[in-house]
């Protein structure tokens, strides 16, 4: 049985090629937007804070907007693939996929990514070649490339005959022919009923909904979204919570809460069936990949297959001389009440307790990953210290493994010798190497993930900021020596006080600072980067002494070099594994593990 009034479609594609930007003309196209009633703003479905700060989408969102008749559910996902676990969750709700794909990049490292998951579960694809505005579009050779990209996923003779569609998201138009202008945005839903299958839906079978996304009420308690499978579930009906794993029995619940989803809201129904993706609130105790069922038909659904973490970072109690100035929550208490109620939600995301007291220890997709995660919790008021990133091995036959990246490279042919070098050192491998004309060059690698921390930075300084990289998780693969990439010491402060002028003058030959003049530090804190190898205890604090005694020049002005400031990704990166960085709602400062002197130099020639 179909619901054909119902269509339900993702749109995947790699970060900043316009996803969002499409289903804002969508909205518009359908009415579903207005701009006096809703924020006059781009992006709309990228409500959460950090998504408009970064112009990325981080979280799966759901719209539905009605098309000549017709439901269409659209899905909204995050291009980038630390955000995968979000990706593979609501691809189980729909039945095909918008795939876009940048007039002029072309396929990118996260459009394999989220592509290989579409095909793995059968979904026909639906090809948006988007940004048609931009000068030197080259539509015919990213058909091309997506052409390839597909025969390299094993995409089924079914799944290669896509249909093409060429628009532009920001000025809401869409044309199936290359060299025409579209009028508006039509051409798309037309390809989405002509193209998505209607959902197979049997209202006769027992209820089943699979829960792919969690969210929660203040007034109604935890909600689960998912699209129903089978049956139908009516306001107030006790329904069972069951979970495919061994050993776990089903929870009685009530639906107390159904609602739609209907443009850039919710609508409340009394009932939804088979085909339909909807939340239903007051599900109490209910988890990610959880199935709702008939008190009477409890039938649970394979659980969700999610990739497993890649990284790991230690997230502790701050315990620096300076905690409590800034943040609400200190705890450990709040840190694990905080993290507990995140691995709800965020099925991506692992936390274990290690030894001792508010210790955790945080395992996810990535850097970004678990960044992204730092930023809300330190915006929420939290204070804590969290340890360098370190991948995750995998042992297999005796062998060890580690986690591999593909890594695209977009740069001027005049910055390829030293970009040469920079990713040379670090045990990669040069699969690719194409000159996209105008003497740019794209370079493909693969290389290890631990290689590539930090790696930013570097690169955006040697192509002096013009340089574009993009990786993904490529796979696990037998583990290869790479160099120390952290060639300077520290400036470590030798004791509590605010920093001088003429103190940071007569240190800076020696290196560079992370700090300006006037800042409160303490012994053990970070203050710059040694020129050579080593650590250095400084005195960033000292003053000048007073005397009767002048010479020419003594009372000049000190000339200082702007200090480093460092944003979260860049001081996560930074850090040496006995190092920290302390993170509060207004600071980032960086630390050793041991604050005092004498015990760190004791436990550096014991280690030795």
């Not at 924020?39 to 408009?52: F, I, T």
């Not at 979204?225 to 009685?252: D, H, T």
Request: aromatic residues 6%; contains cysteine; glycine residues 8%.
């Amino acid at each position: 049985m179909k619901r054909n009034d119902v269509r339900n479609v993702a749109i995947i594609a790699h970060v900043d090629h316009g996803k969002t930007t499409i289903v804002d003309s969508l909205l518009k196209y359908a009415g579903q937007f207005n701009v006096k009633i809703d924020e006059a703003q781009e992006a709309v479905l990228d409500s959460n804070p950090l998504e408009r700060e970064r112009g990325i989408t981080i979280l799966a969102k759901c719209t539905s907007v009605n098309f000549n008749g017709n439901t269409i559910n659209i899905v909204d996902t995050p291009g980038h693939a630390d955000f995968g676990s979000e990706v593979e969750r609501v691809l189980k709700m729909v039945d095909g996929a918008i795939l876009m794909v940048d007039a002029v990049e072309g396929p990118m490292p996260q459009t394999r990514f989220v592509l290989r998951k579409a095909l793995a579960l059968g979904l026909r694809p639906i090809v948006v070649i988007n940004k048609m505005d931009r000068p030197n579009a080259a539509p015919s050779t990213v058909i091309d490339n997506v052409f390839d990209l597909f025969m390299k996923l094993g995409a089924s003779d079914e799944q290669l005959d896509f249909p093409i569609i060429y628009a532009s998201g920001r000025d809401g138009w869409a044309s199936k022919i290359m060299e025409e202008k579209g009028a508006d945005i039509k051409p798309v839903f037309d390809t989405i009923l002509a193209h998505v299958p209607a959902p197979n839906a049997d209202d006769t079978k027992p209820l089943q909904m699979q829960i792919t996304m969690l969210d929660y009420n203040n007034f109604l308690g935890h909600v689960g979204i998912g699209r129903i499978l089978n049956g139908f579930v009516k306001k107030g009906q006790p329904v069972a919570l069951a979970n495919a794993k061994e050993g776990s029995s089903p929870k009685i619940s009530k639906a107390v809460r159904i609602d739609k989803f209907s443009g850039l809201g919710k609508q409340e129904v009394e009932e939804a069936r088979a085909g339909d993706i909807v939340s239903i609130a007051g599900l109490e105790g209910v988890e990610v990949g959880d199935t709702v069922c008939g008190i009477y038909d409890i039938l649970p659904l394979p659980p969700l297959s999610i990739d497993e973490p890649t990284v790991s970072m230690d997230f502790l109690v701050n315990d620096s001389p300076f905690a409590g100035r800034e943040g609400k929550f200190l705890t450990s208490r709040h840190l694990k009440a905080r993290l507990d109620k995140e691995a709800q939600t965020n099925v991506g995301l692992k936390v274990e307790p290690l030894e001792g007291e508010g210790r955790f220890k945080v395992s996810g997709r990535g850097e970004l990953h678990l960044t992204i995660l730092i930023e809300t919790m330190r915006r929420e008021g939290f204070e804590l210290a969290v340890s360098s990133p370190e991948v995750i091995y995998k042992e297999k036959g005796g062998k060890v493994y580690e986690p591999m990246e593909f890594l695209t490279i977009d740069i001027d042919s005049q910055f390829q010798g030293i970009v040469f070098e920079l990713i040379g050192k670090r045990s990669s491998k040069l699969e690719n190497m194409v000159s996209e004309g105008e003497n740019r060059i794209r370079l493909e690698y693969i290389v290890p993930s631990r290689a590539l921390l930090g790696f930013k930075n570097e690169f955006l300084t040697a192509t002096r900021g013009q340089g574009i990289m993009h990786h993904s998780f490529y796979d696990y693969m037998p583990k290869v020596h790479v160099d120390d990439l952290r060639k300077n010491g520290v400036f470590i402060a030798l004791e509590h006080g605010k920093t001088t002028a003429y103190a940071l003058d007569n240190l800076q030959s020696g290196g560079i600072f992370f700090v300006d003049p006037g800042v409160e530090v303490y012994a053990g804190m970070i203050v710059g980067q040694n020129s050579r190898d080593n650590d250095l205890v400084v005195n960033p604090c000292k003053l000048k002494k007073l005397s009767n005694m002048r010479s020419k020049g003594s009372d000049d002005a000190p000339m200082l070099v702007p200090p480093i400031k460092f944003s979260l990704e860049q001081a996560v990166e930074y850090i040496a594994p006995d190092e920290l960085a302390e993170i509060t709602p207004n600071s980032i400062r960086l630390r050793k593990k041991i604050l005092d002197h004498t015990k760190r130099k004791r436990q550096i020639i014991e280690n030795s």
